[in-house]
């Protein structure tokens, strides 16, 4: 049915052009550099119309001698002219300044009129991208668009960060799908086998690959209706970049270097009183810091015992069992000081491009080198990128596009993970130095061990497992490298069939092998005590194919059409390899699996193909109303069922109606209302029940059937041969405005949308004979408002400047789990991020205290709060209310400033790492020492009486005051898992930073010009330099999960930095 | 001229797009996983869900409840005072509904093997029995049928035990004995050792439902010897070589949950120590080497001992048959069947075959005879009948002898209900009640609207007990 439809579309679209033959007149329309293609020609009045040739030649039916041609092009002041008795005719069009700002680029890649345009979207353009000098090009995004929210995952150079639009869409995960010029472009963020998502290390975004020096612009188009072109890969809307394409004329060719400073920007404190051990007496293996008084020791050298076993450093220092703790020192900074240095990073990039008439080319490279903030982190990238443009004869023409991106990094363990830098720093006791952490151990017959792990719960190395890593061991024994190899590359075809009718045929290839190698030598921890070899290779492969068809007519007077008809063909496989190889047969530093006696391999491949047609019309009526309708019909491999997504939008430029002339305070008004419908495919390969082999554990006792010798059985969680596309509907509706001159634009937008038939797995009753069961079941809604400003305070020759920003807001909901009580992103015990029915998704699940009906804490007899045991509450919100940006451009003669603000407010974040720390003792807030004034009850009941100096806090939840001492802060009020009050560990996450800021100098003029030089801009950027929040210890702005739907959960999450960076770009 | 060119370029690029779109995306089939795998590949899945169900977490918990464990620490030291939670029967219900019941559907469906069709009947009839012993009234019959299951009645679920042994024994039957199965772990696959299995757990089941005739005629076709004895691992060479092939018990001793659980000072600990009060040792019996061999802690853990990696843990038993005999012997046959063959299990404790333990320690098990159960004999000081002093020695050996098996959590219920005065003294942990069953899982709760609500407490007896 749907073949015929657009079959018939087709034909009756095609065969049009042959109507009203009268008076030919021919033209060309140039402006001052030469010939405009691309123009178009209509007969003013008629519905008679032309498009300019690669010559800027035009020829159209002029009906009489009275007929007025209006020639327009997007970016140039439109004109008309007379006709009259002429049968050739030269029309020039000069750029229009204004209106160049105004064009943007549709999802597909083509340009278009902005005040056209009816679908909500957002330009960033490339100064703003390369001004941010972040290395990666994600994070340079951040504040810069409304209802676009960036969120880091952590410093650690190369690491992803996460993009959402207008909130999460789907349980399932709603990234916005990134088109670079009208190519889809990968953008996945794989966390892998070896690194789980709760620990590992910082995986990197695929998005980042890119040379930010490459961007001519960026888009981000919000809504379903612009998105319904793209289909299931738009349900998190879409971001659409243009890069840069040389031009005719000279070769212009540009040199630019920065050099980036980074430095940590929060740190948890950390208390410097108390010594290991447990109450209040000193333990050298004890794995918390609520011992002695350090200052109350009797100082000196450590008394030891030196007949046994020992520990012999690296460096030749020898540490024996301790039999009386003596010394007075603590080395919480020099600690610190041998983990964390300031990060630099250095990148250079190099652009050359130009042309002729014919054909132009584009060349660019970039190298960055960059050292992180933690030692041994690192990450280099090397890019090359060429492009050209051909034109074969006045109606074919091509561009391509080749890019080739190669980087590695090596990144530093962190999370949930005993091998991990933060939890092996943080818990250290103050008392502790870890700089001796390699070394050989001698048993107490004098049996060497070399190559031995010294940390602070086995300070002689005395066992193989060092319980928690020492950091020292984390960043340089330990190696977690990724190298990737990517190409892109595209080539579009461009045929001038008729003046009205162009044809594009597009295909683009994204192609990128990831191999990742994780090492931990012998004696680490995270159960690596044996050695772990870790090897994840991915490649994925992205293939897209479009056939485009672009018409344009004018339909009656005042009334003119644009269609679009298109089909998108496209193949995304990926095949994952991981080898894991442990029990090592040496203690070798040698990174092969060749030094294990088990190995195991594991292949994973995934598959997915996907086919679309789609056609969208605008129409625009005397400049007045824009109305754009578009079908999509799309079926994925993976669906069983294909779908139709409808979009509406229509713009109402009310002004127009206005007669404003230049003195009017309004200049421009325009109402946007629209309508559209996206997807989400399921997960390919989700059909089938196979078979699998399987572990049968029931309590801390697995029997698997690899063991065994192998086996099979039925998967328990069944395929479903009726999966199909998740929907999402979106309704908005928006307002612009531009008031004095254009000098204060606004525009603001409310959008609600539903997503239904989100995919679920749904637990079955075990007497069904199965687990679960995959199915199209769950729904959420989401809902806010977006406002954008940019305001003109000064237009003067010499000087400039304005005002911009933009806030935004999101509400969601989870309206329907299939009657699951919660769907968690995240994995552990604590605190969870989750969907939950009638909640916001991602909100923050874990143990609360026991309250009273008024809300009042229900507390136990000696006025401590109690743990609630029936089960996980919802305690903490990780969305914020609101978010927004606000920031001052200007331009004085040759200097130009930025800065930016951005804040985010109303959003929680579970302080899981300050929680923790508490129950280890470790943490400033539990060194204090207090004086009694009145006897005072501690968590076990004990009355400690007026006048005693104690180490601990006073506090008050609702039955007078009570001490918090070590009996509080191990029991329920810090540690871990679900027997502590974990709700005691959110915090408002609320921050506001100065997100930019920076000030350029452009050297031009005739002292560069005689060098040979158009310009040379000196720059210097501060990123991050400013937050204030009430968190203590970390940037908020950190996700111990990664770029995933579940967030606001920090745990040992490596911290986030601050950079000072300078730059010199050298222009010719 | 371009025009048309290009119009049918279009036209049928985008006709043959069309056609061939059903094709171009018909690619979803899973390239990772099989989709056609041979059933009998699938009869070791079942094994080793069933060995869960046997000798895993329940099992070891109904060990706390019966006085042959402690659990002390953490979970087990909450649930050994009889604080449990639905979910804790999460897993073992899985175990026997897809790891068992879902995969003998494909079994019985696909497979032309009748060795290996026996073979998965047993081991679901052992599952299911279990189950109804442990949790009562279950779903068994419309499982695989209705996706809400009835819960059917204990008794019904052993009756349709009793129809599955049956069919098992006909498809074994039908097999020359000689034929082997090798890829089953606990037999080897010999039909023989099977159809002997099978009678045992016709036995086991006519004791639970008190048929005292029926489980002595299917106990004289049992299992005949060690070597026939259903037990974990027993034909798997490679048993204890890595952790995940290991014995259970060396597992959870090993691993993170390594101290919540001992046998140390548990009551049956105290009934094999010669110098405990309680001491079941006389003139006649040493324990001290079956002692050594069911110490049970994570300091004790020993290569000749059940918790070593490579102990085989007993699932349906020599010792169990021939105490099935001696019970139900005596009870339909008289005081001189069941001395018989207690004396039977006695002098094959003798011969040191039957565990393994510090081969330094003694061992004894003399035969007893009649005068021994009178009044004042060794094994009735308090001068109870000469029968009810045999019924508590049988019962008393046997709740030694089937250590590492659900049976004495069963026997302890049944003897409670039938014989109470010879019932053996095990301590209540807390409260003054005795458990009398499992609680079903929370997933069944949670998605089966035909479960019981509420669900019966810890406390309430399963129908064969009322």
Redesign the interface.
């Known amino acids: 049915m749907i ?1 015929k439809l ?2 018939c579309m ?1 034909t009756i679209l ?1 065969s049009s ?1 042959y109507m009203l033959a009268q008076r030919t007149v021919n033209g060309t329309v140039r402006d001052n550099t030469g010939p405009l293609p691309g123009a178009t020609v209509v007969v003013k009045g008629t519905s008679i119309g032309a498009t300019t040739d690669f010559d800027g030649k035009f020829s159209i039916n002029a009906p009489n001698n009275n007929a007025i041609l209006k020639v327009s092009f997007i970016g140039y002041t439109s004109v008309e002219v007379a006709v009259g008795d002429k049968s050739t005719i030269e029309i020039m069009l000069s750029e229009d300044a204004q209106a160049l700002d105004e064009v943007v680029v549709t999802v597909l890649g083509f340009k278009e009129k902005r005040d056209d345009v009816a679908s909500s979207y957002s330009v960033i353009n490339a100064e703003s991208v390369l001004g941010a000098k972040e290395p990666t090009v994600i994070n340079s995004l951040a504040g810069k668009a409304a209802g676009l929210s960036i969120t880091g995952t952590s410093a650690d150079p190369g690491a992803g960060s996460n993009i959402q639009i207008r909130g999460v869409s789907s349980i399932n995960g709603s990234a916005p799908l990134i088109v670079v010029d009208g190519i889809p472009l990968n953008n996945s963020n794989l966390e892998g086998l070896a690194s789980g998502l709760d620990a590992g290390v910082s995986q990197q975004s695929r998005l980042n690959d890119i040379n930010p020096d490459d961007i001519e612009s960026i888009q981000v188009f919000k809504g379903a209706s612009a998105g319904s072109l793209y289909g299931s890969q738009a349900l998190g809307g879409v971001i659409v970049i243009t890069t840069k394409r040389g031009k005719a004329g000279k070769l212009k060719a540009s040199i630019a270097t920065t050099l980036s400073i980074d430095e940590i920007n929060r740190k948890h404190s950390l208390q410097t009183n108390y010594g290991q051990g447990s109450n209040g007496i000193y333990n050298a293996t004890a794995a918390n810091s609520w011992g002695d008084k350090i200052s109350s020791r009797a100082g000196g050298e450590d008394t030891v015992n030196t007949t046994g076993q020992y520990f012999e450093a690296a460096d030749g220092s020898l540490y024996y069992p301790i039999t009386k703790k003596n010394s007075q020192n603590v080395y919480t900074d020099s600690n610190f000081d041998q983990v964390f240095q300031n990060g630099m990073a250095q990148d250079v990039k190099l652009n050359l491009s130009g042309g002729t008439e014919k054909g132009t080319f584009y060349f660019s490279a970039s190298h960055l080198n960059q050292e992180g903030i933690m030692k041994q982190s690192t990450y280099f990238k090397n890019t090359v990128t060429f492009g050209n443009t051909y034109k074969f004869n006045d ?1 074919l023409s091509s561009s391509a596009k080749v890019s080739y991106i190669n980087s590695s990094s090596n990144r530093i363990q962190q999370g949930s993970n005993t091998a991990g830098i933060y939890l092996g720093l943080l818990r250290n006791p103050a008392d502790f130095d870890i700089s001796d952490y390699i070394g050989t151990y001698y048993d107490s017959q004098g049996n060497p061990t070399p190559l031995r792990h010294r940390s602070y719960r086995r300070y002689l190395g005395n066992t193989t497992n060092p319980t928690y890593n020492n950091p020292l061991w984390t960043i340089n024994e330990q190696k977690s490298d990724t190298k990737v190899d990517r190409v892109l590359g595209s080539i579009d075809f461009n ?1 001038q ?2 003046p009205w ?1 162009n ?1 594009v045929v597009r295909s683009g290839l994204d192609t990128y092998n990831d191999d990742r190698v994780y090492f931990f030598p012998l004696f680490s921890g995270d159960g690596a005590t044996n050695g772990r070899y870790q090897n994840e290779i991915y490649k994925n492969t992205e293939i897209s194919t479009d ?1 485009i ?1 672009l018409m344009n007519f004018n339909l009656a007077e005042n009334l003119s059409a644009k269609v679009t008809l298109g ?1 998108a ?1 496209s193949d995304r496989q990926r095949k994952q390899i991981y080898v894991e190889a442990i029990d090592f047969l040496f203690n070798s530093r040698l990174i092969n699996p060749s030094i294990a006696s088990n190995i195991d391999e594991q ?7 996907n ?1 679309r047609y789609y056609g969208q019309s605008s129409f625009d009526y005397n400049d007045l109303l824009n109305l754009n309708l578009g079908l999509t019909y799309e ?4 669906s069983a069922k294909s779908i139709v997504y409808p979009s509406v939008e229509a713009g109402l430029k009310w002004s127009n109606l206005l007669n404003l002339d230049n003195d009017s305070p309004l200049s421009f008004a325009k109402v946007r209302l629209a309508y559209g419908e996206v997807g989400l495919a399921p997960d ?9 082999t ?16 192998g ?6 969680d069944q ?1 479903n041969p009726y999966l199909e596309f998740e929907k999402k509907k979106e309704y908005e509706a928006g307002l612009d405005f531009r008031f004095f001159r254009n000098k204060l634009k606004l525009s603001g937008t409310y959008y609600f949308n539903e997503t239904n038939d989100m995919l679920l797995p749904i ?9 679960s069961f995959l199915g199209n079941v769950a729904s959420l809604e989401n809902k806010g408002y977006e406002f954008e400003f940019d305001y003109d305070f000064v237009k003067k020759d010499n000087f400039s400047a304005n005002f911009y920003g933009n806030v935004s807001t999101n509400k969601s909901e989870v309206t329907d789990l299939a009657g699951v009580a919660s769907v968690d992103f995240t994995s552990g015990s604590s605190i969870k991020s989750s969907a939950v029915v009638g909640q916001p998704i991602g909100v923050l699940l874990g143990s609360a205290a026991m309250r009273n009906s008024d809300g009042s804490f229900d507390l136990d007899a000696n006025g401590f709060p109690k743990l609630d045991t029936s089960g996980d509450k919802v305690i903490g919100d990780p969305n914020p209310d609101w978010r927004g940006a606000a920031g001052i451009r200007a331009n004085y003669k040759n200097f130009s400033f930025n800065v930016l603000f951005e804040t985010s407010q109303g959003n929680d974040l579970a302080e899981r790492t300050r929680y923790v720390l508490y129950g280890f003792g470790t943490h400033a807030d539990v060194g204090n020492e207090v004086t009694l004034t009145q006897d005072l009850k501690n968590y076990k009941g004990t009355t400690i009486t007026a006048g005693s100096t104690v180490r601990g806090n006073i506090a008050d939840y609702g039955a007078g005051p009570v001490l918090l001492d070590e009996s509080w802060y191990t029991s329920l009020g810090g540690g871990f898992g679900g027997s502590v009050i974990n709700e005691f560990a959110i915090g408002d996450a609320s921050w506001t930073r100065l997100r930019e800021i920076s000030l350029n100098y452009s050297l031009k003029g005739n002292f560069i010009k005689k060098t040979g030089l158009e310009s040379i801009d000196f720059s210097v950027t501060g990123r991050n330099l400013a937050l204030w929040t009430k968190i203590k210890g970390i940037d908020p702005d950190v996700n111990q999960f990664g770029t995933g739907v579940g967030k606001g959960v920090e745990y040992f999450t490596n911290p986030s930095s601050k950079s000072v960076v300078f730059g010199i770009n050298i222009n010719y | 001229m371009m025009k048309k060119y290009f119009k049918n370029i279009i036209y049928v690029s985008l006709l043959l797009t069309f056609l061939g779109c059903e094709k171009y995306l018909d690619i979803n089939e899973d390239p990772n996983v099989s989709t056609d795998v041979p059933a009998e590949l699938l009869l070791k899945s079942m094994e080793l869900a069933d060995v869960q169900i046997q000798s895993g977490h329940l099992m070891r918990i109904s060990q706390f409840w019966t006085g042959q464990m402690r659990g002390t620490g953490n979970l087990y030291g909450r649930i050994n005072n009889y604080i449990i939670a639905p979910e804790d029967s999460n897993d073992i219900w899985a175990f026997m509904y897809h790891g068992i019941m879902t995969q003998n559907d494909i079994i019985q469906e696909n497979s032309q093997n009748d060795l290996v069709k026996g073979i998965a009947n047993i081991i679901e009839a052992h599952g299911i029995g279990s189950m109804a012993s442990m949790f009562g009234d279950i779903p068994y019959s419309q499982v695989g049928i209705e996706q809400n299951a009835a819960f059917d009645k204990q008794a019904d679920v052993y009756q349709a035990a009793q129809v599955l042994l049956n069919t098992a024994i006909d498809q074994l039957g039908s097999v020359a004995t000689s034929r082997r199965f090798t890829d089953d772990i606990l037999l080897g696959g010999n039909p023989v050792s099977w159809i002997q299995v099978a009678y045992t757990l016709k036995a086991r089941y006519y004791m639970m439902t008190r048929e005292y005739g029926e489980a002595y005629q299917n106990a004289l076709l049992g299992v005949n010897s060690k070597n026939n004895s259903l037990r974990y691992a027993g034909a798997y060479s490679g048993y204890g070589t890595t952790n995940e092939n290991s014995n259970l018990y060396n597992l959870i001793l090993s691993g993170s949950r390594s101290g919540d659980l001992t046998s140390l000072g548990s009551f049956n600990d105290n009934l094999l120590n010669a110098t405990n009060a309680t001491s079941r040792n006389n003139a006649k019996t040493n324990e001290s080497r079956r002692r050594d061999y069911l110490t049970l802690d994570q300091t004790g853990i020993k290569s000749n001992r059940l918790s070593a990696a490579n102990a085989q843990m007993p699932l349906v038993s020599y010792e169990e048959n021939l105490l099935i005999l001696a019970e139900a012997g005596f009870r339909s046959s008289g005081f001189n069947e069941g001395l018989t063959r207690l004396n039977a299990l006695r002098a094959y404790l003798a011969t040191g075959n039957a565990f393994a333990g510090d081969a330094t320690l003694p061992i004894k098990y003399d035969s007893y005879i009649a005068t021994d159960f009178a009044a004042g004999g060794i094994e009735n000081a308090d001068n109870i009948t000469a029968d009810k002093a045999l019924l508590r020695e049988i019962m008393e050996e046997k709740y030694v002898s089937c250590f590492a098996t659900l049976v004495p959590f069963d026997d302890f219920r049944r003897i409670r209900a039938t014989d109470n005065s010879i019932a053996l003294q095990i301590p209540i942990n807390a409260g003054n009640l005795y458990p009398e069953r499992f609680l079903i899982a929370q997933d069944e709760i949670n998605g089966n609207s035909n479960s019981p609500s509420p669900i019966p407490d810890l406390f309430v007896k399963t129908q064969v007990n009322q």
Do not use: M
């Not at chain 1, 292949?603 to 193909?609: M, P, S, V």
């Not at chain 1, 029931?698 to 698997?704: F, L, V």
């Not at chain 1, 079955?764 to 687990?771: A, I, M, Q, R």
């Open positions: 073949k657009f079959l087709l095609l052009s109606w045929i069939a008729t009718l044809f056939f068809s089909s063909f292949e994973q491949n995934r598959r997915i193909r086919v079926d994925a491999s993976s390919p390969h989700g059909w089938e029940t196979g078979y699998e399987a572990t049968y554990s029931g309590y801390s006792d697995g029997i698997s059937l690899t063991a065994f010798g086996g099979f059985r039925l998967n328990d395929g637990s079955l009753n075990p007497s069904s004979g199965f687990d």
